[in-house]
């Protein structure tokens, strides 16, 4: 198990894999000493699940024969230390980079693929790290930045949730555009994003500019 | 919403509850003490959700027109919480009566309903509590003491665990027949209890004892 991120949506499954089942948990210090930060994290028993850091850059062998390597996305901390690093910093960074927020290429059988599962904006050298690749899992949060507060299910913006849209100049299909990529799909996707829906004109255009749109179960062979 | 325990089948449902759905948190203080030793549950964010600390024994009105009263039930503190209990107090006791599980009885418009998901022993004092109740919801978890052991999924046992199971002399089923209940419902069902199981001889048996088997979306009327 690798994590990408120490926020409820990243983690709280872990608590569903409790007590006697056995595997690694990757992660940077920052994200295992969020989970440390929760007594609930500790029913994953140290004797059966062993917590293993990860440093930014560095490549390991996830499962055998295949080759994770972890690099800083920007982004922003979990939600729920939001207050605490506002309190010590005095303001709260959305699309800072650093061990919060990362993004893993894995390698395997000469195939080359990239999970970016939270991306606050587009980088040169993220740009340069995608090009080539055979697929790349990205950041599907929202279609449109404002869409959670046009829809009256709260108050946040994508870029104050430390994600850039799907859509628009500075959005996700734009950014992408023109870059060789096998397969590009979008994953992590929020329940307020119209490409959810099955031939929705947001769908439409997603699926022209080269995207898929990821589902539960679904396996990918490259 | 009201905790009966701190344990993560009670609790991890939190966590998808989050950020922007506002509600009232019950629960006793020791509960209260356990959430907040875990930093994940600040998703839980104070101005939308609040947190109201319950006295063991005390009435509250639950919602509007429905009273609730929390009594201590025999049990143990949550499971990762177990190495602190054991290295402060040198031992872990499973059938404790305290504030980290509790039970509920539940009264609007006359009848009396109680929900128990979590009790290692019956004692004459909860026993007289059941009587003449027009629902009982009680601790179904397993079968029999050793049926985890017995399936090759764990190794502890349903005392181990703090609770009782539905078969034998000291079962939940032998302690409760006789009494006068409207209706006697199991929930808290482990996944290897065999009355899980349609059919199954042992949910013939919890059948012909007057139990019935909860199962998701169930709904009660008195």
Redesign the interface.
């Known amino acids: 198990m690798l994590l990408t991120n120490g926020d409820?949506d990243h983690?709280?499954g872990l608590?569903?894999l409790?007590?006697?089942q056995p595997f690694t948990l990757f992660a940077t210090p920052a994200i295992h000493r969020?989970l440390r930060?929760?007594?609930?994290?500790?029913?994953l028993a140290e004797d059966v699940v062993a917590r293993r850091d990860v440093e930014l850059g560095a490549s390991f062998e996830l499962v055998e024969g295949v080759t994770a390597t972890i690099f800083p996305v920007p982004g922003k901390i979990a939600?729920?230390?939001e207050?605490t690093e506002e309190a010590q910093t005095g303001a709260l960074v959305t699309d800072i980079e650093g061990e919060q927020t990362i993004g893993v290429e894995i390698e395997a059988g000469g195939r080359r693929a990239l999970y970016i599962p939270g991306c606050a904006t587009m980088t040169n050298a993220l740009r340069d790290r995608l090009a080539g690749a055979d697929a790349v899992f990205f950041d599907g949060t929202l279609w449109r930045d404002d869409e959670m507060v046009q829809a009256g299910?709260?108050t946040k913006t994508g870029k104050r949730m430390g994600h850039m849209s799907m859509s628009g100049d500075e959005g996700s299909m734009a950014a992408l555009a023109g870059l060789d990529i096998g397969r590009r799909i979008y994953v992590h996707i929020n329940n307020t994003n119209p490409v959810l829906i099955d031939g929705s004109p947001e769908r439409v255009t997603a699926n022209r500019a080269g995207w898929e749109i990821a589902e539960d179960g679904m396996e990918i062979v490259l």
Do not use: C
Request: glycine content about 4%; cysteine-free; charged content about 20%.
């Open positions: 409820i983690v709280a608590l569903s409790r007590e006697a969020v930060a929760s007594s609930a994290f500790d029913v939600l729920y230390l207050k299910v709260g």
